[in-house]
């Protein structure tokens, strides 16, 4: 019987440490990103709209997003990917000119 039950105990325990406390680290990773959003952040969505944060509230679930000077867009919080920051020396950027 110990024969039977200590390979599934081995493989549910690789299976823990491999696949579910990475995920659970980084899914409370972007819970204190999502948490730590002020006004006038610069964010990229999920969808890959880049904008600045015009409204948030702490308790709320929807941000206000100012895309340029006259558009504003209501997000779900959880529809925030992240801060954008713009990669200046990012060599996949560049032209290759060959």
Do not use: H, W
Not at 3 to 30: S, V
Not at 61 to 85: C, E, H, W
Request: aromatic content about 8%; proline content about 5%; charged content about 30%.
């Amino acid at each position: 019987m110990i024969g039977f039950i200590a390979p599934l105990f081995l493989i549910a325990i690789i299976f823990y440490f491999l696949l579910i406390r990475p995920q659970k680290r980084e899914r409370e990773k972007q819970d204190q990103t999502l948490k730590a959003l002020k006004k006038n952040d610069r964010v990229v969505t999920i969808g890959g709209i880049i904008g600045t944060i015009a409204n948030i509230e702490p308790d709320s679930k929807v941000v206000t997003l100012r895309v340029n000077d006259s558009t504003r867009m209501d997000f779900l919080r959880s529809a925030i990917q992240g801060p954008y920051a713009e990669a200046k020396d990012d060599p996949s950027l560049k032209d290759n000119k060959t």
